[in-house]
C-alpha cells in the first residue's frame, strides 16, 4: 500500500514536470522565438559581415557652393557581400549630412540616412542587404550629391 502510493506521487510529479516543461518551452517560443523572427529577416552571414567596407569622405571645402567635389568617390557601385557597409567619414570642418533624396529604406538596416548632422571628424555607416539604387545629398549644402548603387554579387 505504501509502496503504491508513492510510486503515484512519483508519477504525479513527472507529469507536473512534463507541464511545467511544456509551458516554459511554449512561454518562451511565443515571448522570444517568434518575435526575433518576424523582427528581422534573416540575412547571408557574408552580407552583414561583409569582406570590405566601402569608404566615402567629406572632403575639406565641401561646403563651399563653387567647389565641384565633396562626397568622394560621388558615384559608388557597391556588391551585397563584398563592400556593401558604407562609411562616410566627415573629413571637413563644417557639419554635413547624409540625406537620400528619397526616402529609403532597407529591410534588415531600416531608414536610410543620417538621423542628424555627422559633425566634423565622425562618420555616418549603414550596411545595404538588399539592392538599392539611392541619390543622396547633404541636406545645409544641396549641392553635395551622391549616389548609390547596390547590386547583388555577380560571379
Ligand atoms: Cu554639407
Known amino acids: 500500500m505504501l509502496s503504491t502510493t508513492t510510486t503515484s506521487h512519483a508519477y504525479g510529479i513527472g507529469v507536473i514536470t512534463v507541464i511545467v516543461g511544456l509551458a516554459v518551452g511554449i512561454g518562451y517560443y511565443q515571448m522570444f522565438y517568434i518575435p526575433e523572427q518576424n523582427a528581422k529577416p534573416s540575412v547571408d552571414e ?14 575639406i571645402g565641401s561646403a563651399d557652393p563653387d567647389q565641384q567635389d565633396n562626397f568622394v568617390p560621388k558615384l559608388v557601385n557597391i556588391q551585397l557581400g563584398i563592400d556593401n557597409h558604407v562609411i562616410w567619414n566627415n573629413n571637413d570642418d563644417v557639419a554635413h549630412t547624409v540625406t537620400p533624396d528619397h526616402r529609403a529604406e532597407d529591410s534588415y538596416s531600416g531608414e536610410f540616412g543620417s538621423s542628424g548632422v555627422v559633425m566634423p571628424g565622425e562618420t555616418y555607416e549603414f550596411i545595404f542587404t538588399e539592392p ?21 554579387q555577380r560571379f
Open 46 to 59: 557574408h552580407v552583414l559581415h561583409p569582406v570590405k567596407t566601402t569608404e566615402i569622405d567629406m572632403i
Open 132 to 152: 538599392h539604387e539611392i541619390s543622396y545629398h547633404c541636406s545645409p549644402h544641396p549641392w553635395m550629391t551622391g549616389q548609390l548603387i547596390i547590386t547583388k
